[in-house]
Structure formats: C-alpha cells, structure tokens
C-alpha cells in the first residue's frame, strides 16, 4: 500500500488547456490535489471535469499544459504508462468490460501487478500458478471489500447499475493505484446506495491510503467527503476551497443559477439537478 | 463484435394480416424456393441420391424440408388454438406443392427450355414421383404431400419443447446419417457385424427404412434423456464444453480415421488442417478481436519454409528432416507476423481488415515476382517435398498425416487454453470489449496485438508446415484469399473465442461440402443458405463461448 505523506501535494496540474478543433473544454485549469486527500469537483455539466480527468489519465492529449505525478511528469505519457504510475480511474458512463464476469474484470485490473511471463503461463509453472492463485483470492477480497462478493461469476454486462458502478471501482482499485479518480460515482444512485458510497470512499482513503479525486454532482456525497473542493464553469476553475467555504461563495451560486435561465454555456444543467446540487443553495432559492 | 451488430438488424419486422392469408403467403414462399430449387437444376442433380433407400431421395427430402419448414411457422405465428395452427400449416403445404404442380404442368404443356434449361421432361418425371407425367393424379399427389409435410411441422412445433427438440435431433439424425452414408458405412464395415446380414443398416445407396426409423427414434430418445439430465443439473450449464460433449467429441475425432476409408481420412485431414489455422486466428479475432483478413500470408510462410528446406527438387536450400524444418517454419511464420504486424496493427477496427487483407496478397504477389521466382518456383511452385519420417518410418497416409495434424491441433489447443487463462489471453479479451479502458488499465495495446498477431501466425505457420508434407509441393494459388475468409467463417460458424466451435466450424464448413462433393457447386449454395439462416437463428455460432451462451439465455 502507498500511504502517501499527508497534504504534499500528489497531483499536480499548471495551465492544463484542450481544445477540441476550434472548441476550447478546458483553459487555465491549476489543480493541486494533496496526497491522501478527498478532493471533489464540481461545476455545471459542460464545465469541463471529465475532460480534465481524460487528459490527466492521457484519455485525451492536452493542447497545453503540464501534469505531475509526485512531482514526475506524466502529460505526454501514453495512457497504459499513466496507469502504471498510479492513476486508476473509473467513467461517467460505466466503462467495464461487459461480457466478463465480475472476477474476471478485476483480474484484467491486476494487469500490471502480474509478473509470470507468455512462456511460464504456457508452462504452467509453479510461480505461475502460484501467482494465479493469489490473484483470483485478490480480485475476490477487492470484490468484497466494494460489497460485491456475490458477483463473482456474474458478466459484467448483466449485472444491476449500482453494482456495475461498485465493480468499476473494485477493478480501479485492485491495480494498488496512488490516485483514484471517479467520474460521477453517485450518478444514478439512490440516497441509501449514496450513503453506501460515502462510506465505501472513506474506506478507500482510510484503509487502502489511495489519494480519491471525484466529480460529483450529488452535493451531499461531495460535503459528506471532499476535504477539498474545486469548481469549475465555462471551461475554467472558478474556484476552490473547503466544503464550507464553497458552500458560502456566491460565484458557485451564481453558476448554477447561470445555467439555470439557460443563456450561456453549451450543456444547461437540468434545472431539476439543482435543488438537490447544494443544500444550503435550496435555502436560499426558496 | 461488428458481426454482431450486422445479423442483429436483419430483423424481420411483420405487418398484421389474416391468418389464413399469412398461411397462403408462406405457402407462396415455400412454393417460390421450391420452384427455383427446381429451376436451378437442383432437384434433378440431387435426386440421383437416395437418403433412405428406395423411399426418399435427397432432393425429395430437402423439398419436404422447405414445406416442413413453412407448416412450421405457419403453426408458430398463429395466435389462435391448436386447430387454427393445423389448418394454417396445412393450408401453407397445400399452396406449396401446387406451385410445384403448376410448374410440372407449365413444363409438359408449354416448352420452357429455351429460357429454363433445367425446365426439363425429366424433371417433370422426377416430380410426377412415379406416377404419370403430368397426369391428374401426379399434379394432385404434390398439394397433398406438401399439406402432409406442413402438418408434420406444425405438430412437432406444437409439442411441448422437450419432445418438440428431441423429434427434431431425430430427424436431424436420420437426415445426417443418410446423407454422409459413405462416411458410417465405411465405420460400419470396420466394426464386428452385430445384427447379421439381414439387418444391415446402409443399404448401397442410403439407410435402410427400418434403420431410418429406428435411428430416429434412439436419437430422440437420447435428445430426451439428455434434456432431463440438464434440468436435473438445474439448466443450462455456464461453461461453454460441456464435458460429455466435448469427450464424445474429441474421441470420435481420434478415432475416425481408424474405422473408415482413405478418403474420409484426407478429409479429416484438411479439417485437422483447418483447425490448426483457426485457432491461430482465434487468438486473433477469437480473443484480441483483431479482424485478419491476411491470415493464409503465414500459412505460406510456413508452407514455403518446409519446401525449400525438405525438399529434394532443385530449389532445396537444405535437405533437412521435418521435425527440424517445422519448428524453422513456425518461428519464421511468427517472426514474419510480427514484422507485418508492427505497421499494421496500429490501424483500428475496420480499416485493420483492410490493412491485413493487402497483407494476404502481398505474398501472394511476391512469390510470383520475378525477383523471387528464381528462389521460390514462381507459378511452378516447388515439388517433391519429402514426407515427415518417424522412426524410420515414412508418414504419408493420409492417416498418419492427420495424426501429425492432430497432435500439432492438441498441442495447439493446450497452447491456446493456458494463454487464454493467463494474464495475456484477459489482456485480449480486455482489448476486444474495450480498449482505451484495457489501456488505461495499464495494458500496452500494441504489444499484446502484436503478440496475438504473432501467435496467431505462428499457428498458421504450423498449419502450413503441414500441408506442405501433405501434398508434397507448394504452388502460389494454394495461398488464396479464400483460405483466409474460410478460416474467418469457421469461427463465426463456431462461435468466436470457443476452442470446441474452432472444431465444430471447421467440420461443417470444410468436411462437410467436401464429403458432398458429389453435387459439385450446388453444395455451395446450401453452404450459403445454411450460414444465412445460421446466423438469424444462432448467431453465436454453433458451439459458442461461455459468455455468448449466457447472453443469449439472460436476455
Ligand atoms: N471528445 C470530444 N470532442 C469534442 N468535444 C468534446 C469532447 N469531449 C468533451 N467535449 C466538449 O468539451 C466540453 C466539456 O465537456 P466535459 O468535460 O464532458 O464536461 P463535464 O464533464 O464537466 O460535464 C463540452 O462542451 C463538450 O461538448
Ligand atoms: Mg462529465
């Protein structure tokens, strides 16, 4: 396990900056995220976060900018690099592979972890076998340790979508990752499965010391959680600070309202998001 | 799987009409193929072949299967009772045997031989089975027979499922058994003569009818027991061998050769041969999902790497034994995949087929070249290869060469199961379901195609090897297109990724047409029906991987 110093910062974003042809996503973006840290981001949808998680996790090449890793940089790197690094990551829309089962998906996620080579794999060799072995007990703890060990032998593709979400994080999570980076894991869930992942995010800090980055729009996930929080709008960071600050800052109010009369932005956030986006916003708009 | 998504939007969409005019209009359907399965000269190739001697002809038998098939469907669709359903198939057969009695009358009474060359007096005669040309009673025994032939399906649709499926192993049995007569036959000499010469199961042209019948009853009955046995084992089992199944399977295929004649076993050969190439291709398309359509470029890198160097013809660079010249081959092959692969590979989805397809003609064209003619016989290809020699003994039988096939297709295969269960062989898997995620897992992606490529080319180049020793000489046009795509059909009609469907394909795609030989291109034909209708009722393939099985059930 890595036990990352508290508060050195693990991530380390300057001027991030992607252009799609002539569509700027992201501009300006500085993003510290200290080691050991929740830190979430927020912002309206189209703001840019997954496009920031895609160029930090080499899904994309960014047009300008520099990303360090521990103080490694790591933009430019081609994604299976990035991984081996230490960065895990999971999707906005579940990305498993769907017509394996569950242990099998956890299994590919222990690709860089395995060291038996084609020939000893041909062979059958004890260190093979050994290794084999230990990998599938492995893929059944991490199983276990997101709340699904009966998923086992179930494909990916049939299993119910809270589930799927949970084996997307076990898979992330079983290659000993640095640095966990979940794109919107509450999407879709229900207050209790929310609650669910709260305490599932406190373990993945807690008891397996990785560093967890998430975009989220369910704001009381993001203030049961975050230590940190950064917002982004219209491509740029707005903002950052802690939970109580943020919950504060009339600017994050002001965006969500923004998006909210529809006039600016390329993806409005559907009004009926907002509400439930910041308790104390529910207040206020009342 | 792009296959996938292709036989998927074949879907029949069906506007809502009366019954019984639903019932007309597949009868009309039946009719047409009957018709045109006439037309085409069909009928009369396959009707000099009898499946059940002195009863059903093969031509008769695939036309009571046509109608079969409509009363089948016409019971199916309808929405009412059971009698409703009867009386639709029966209706559909009727409208099908009179559109063949139309055409028999329309022969003897108008000559359409000058457009229709096949529109013959004796297929007339054929059609009139026995009766007079064209007379009354010939025109009026057709709608009858077909009407008979709908019920029949429309009952065995209308049983309950178990009985509806154990009825149609019987058949199916039956149908197998009289059409590959030379093949059990030929066993059956073999095999000490339990039942006396009185009750001879073939007779010498097809089954005898007491062993028809008797055949299909012990196959349904075992379709049965084996239906009960599953539920007892709580349904449908996940892995995708079963284990009897495979056992049986994997026997028969040891023994085959043993039990029967010189031809069956050059046949087997080549649906050892077959198999060695698929599972190379399977590592591919199976488990990387690589679409390689260049796939035969290996096989005559191997195949061409035995010849010159066991040769004993005057473009020899060697005189080397097999056993030396073939791990030679294969590592050549391999080596070869991997220099082809580097630029291509690079190429996703689609254009890889495309990237690989130029790859395939590639050698092809330089065997052929004038730079290389001089080295590789051009268009003479190289002859006099000499036979693998075993302990001073000469393999040349096409027996003990399908044994050498065969233990390189079981090597192979363990080969090709150990990676399948390795940190590779998920590393494909991973990269066919999704392989932006598979890298952002820490999965090289071009390194593991690569690999798959190499090992892919290194079986083929095994195949190769030998065919070489089999035929005796390599020549250019062995390396044809048409071996890659048929490779390609085996794993589709097996189901991609199953080790048992790269068998199971490449029985039915290569031992099949060349057991029926006899019917020259018409085989062909079916051939394409049978991958048609194939893929619209079991587009997994026919013994499929694991995880297409459970899909097909879950859904
Ligand atoms: N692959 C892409 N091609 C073109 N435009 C893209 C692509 N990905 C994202 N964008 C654009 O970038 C902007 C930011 O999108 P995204 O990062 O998904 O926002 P968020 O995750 O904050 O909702 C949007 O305008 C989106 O349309
Ligand atoms: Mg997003």
Known sequence: MHRERKDAPLLQVRGLRKAFGGVVAIQNVDLDVAAGSVHAIIGPNGAGKTTAFNCITAFVKPTGGRIMLAGERIDGLPAHVVARHGIARTYQNVRLFPNMTGIENVLVGQHRRLRATFWEAILGTGRFRREEKEARERALHYLDFVGIPHRAQHLARNMPYGDQRRLEIARALVGDPRMLMLDEPAAGMNPTEGRLLVELIERVRGELGVTVVLIEHHMRVVMAVAERITVFDRGAILTEGTPGEIQADERVIAAYLGRRSGQTGPAPEPIHAVPAAIPTLEARLA | ?555
Not at chain 2, 22 to 47: K, N, P, Q, T
Not at chain 2, 195 to 217: Q, R, Y
């Open chain 2, 1 to 555: 799987m792009s296959f996938n998504t292709v036989t998927s939007s074949f879907k029949v969409t069906r506007r809502r009409r009366s019954p019984l005019m639903e019932a007309v209009r597949l009868g009309l359907i039946a009719g047409a193929a009957l018709v045109a399965f006439a037309l085409i000269g069909a009928y009369s190739a396959m009707d000099k072949r009898a499946v059940i001697e002195g009863t059903v002809t093969l031509s008769q038998l695939a036309s009571l299967l046509i109608v079969f098939a409509a009363g089948h469907v016409a019971a199916r669709d309808a929405r009412s009772g059971t009698s409703a359903a009867l009386l639709n198939a029966v209706v559909a057969g009727l409208v099908a045997g009179a559109c063949l009695s139309v055409l028999v009358w329309l022969i003897m009474a108008v000559n359409l031989r000058t457009t229709l060359v096949a529109a013959s007096p004796a297929l007339a005669k054929a059609l009139s089975l026995g009766a007079r040309i064209a007379s009354l009673e010939a025109l009026a025994q057709l709608p009858l027979i077909g009407a008979a032939s709908a019920l029949v399906g429309a009952l065995v649709g209308r049983l309950p499922a178990g009985a509806g499926k154990a009825a149609l192993t019987g058949l199916a049995a039956v149908i197998t058994a009289g059409l590959f007569r030379d093949v059990f036959a030929s066993m059956l000499e073999r095999l000490p003569d339990l039942t006396g010469p009185d009750h001879e199961v073939f007779g010498s042209a097809g089954l005898n009818p007491g062993a028809a019948v008797a055949l299909f009853f012990l196959a349904a009955a075992f379709a049965l027991v084996r239906d009960r046995l599953a539920l007892k084992r709580g349904g449908v089992p996940r892995s995708g061998l079963s284990r009897p199944g495979l056992v049986l399977l994997i026997a028969g295929v040891v023994l085959l050769p043993l039990v029967t004649n010189d031809f069956v076993a050059q046949v087997a050969m080549l649906v050892a041969l077959y198999m060695l190439m698929g599972m190379g291709l399977n590592i591919e398309l199976g488990l990387a999902g690589l679409v390689d359509l260049g796939f035969v470029a290996f096989f005559a890198v191997g195949a061409y790497t035995v010849a010159l160097l066991c040769s004993s013809g005057p473009l020899a660079i060697a005189d080397v034994s097999f056993w030396v010249a073939l791990p030679v081959a294969i590592v050549l092959a391999a080596v070869a995949g991997m220099i082809f692969g580097l630029p291509v590979l690079r190429v996703r989805g689609d254009y890889l087929a495309m990237a690989t397809l130029g790859l395939g003609e590639i050698i092809r064209v330089l065997v052929l070249s004038d730079a290389l003619s001089p080295y590789l016989g051009g268009s003479q290809g190289i002859i006099e290869i000499d036979h693998p020699r075993l302990f001073g003994w000469e393999l040349k039988s096409p027996v003990a060469l399908y044994y050498l096939a065969l233990v390189l297709a079981g090597v192979v295969a363990f080969v090709s199961l150990r990676l399948q269960n390795a940190k590779i062989g998920r590393a494909w898997l991973a990269m066919r379901e999704d392989e932006d995620v598979a890298q952002a897992l820490g999965i090289d992606p071009v390194a593991s195609k690569l690999l798959a490529y190499t090992i892919g080319a290194a079986f083929a180049g095994a195949a190769g090897a030998v065919f070489a020793a089999l035929i005796g000489s390599v020549y250019p046009h062995s390396f044809q297109l048409l071996v890659s795509i048929n490779v390609l059909a085996i794993l589709v009609i097996g189901g991609l990724g199953s080790l048992p469907g790269v068998l199971v394909g490449a029985i039915v795609l290569i031992g099949l047409p060349e057991l029926l030989r006899e019917f020259g291109e018409f085989r062909y034909l079916f051939y394409g029906i049978a991958l048609v209708a194939m893929m619209h009722v079991r587009a997994e393939g026919l013994w499929p991987a694991a995880y297409a099985k459970e899909g097909v059930h879950a859904s």
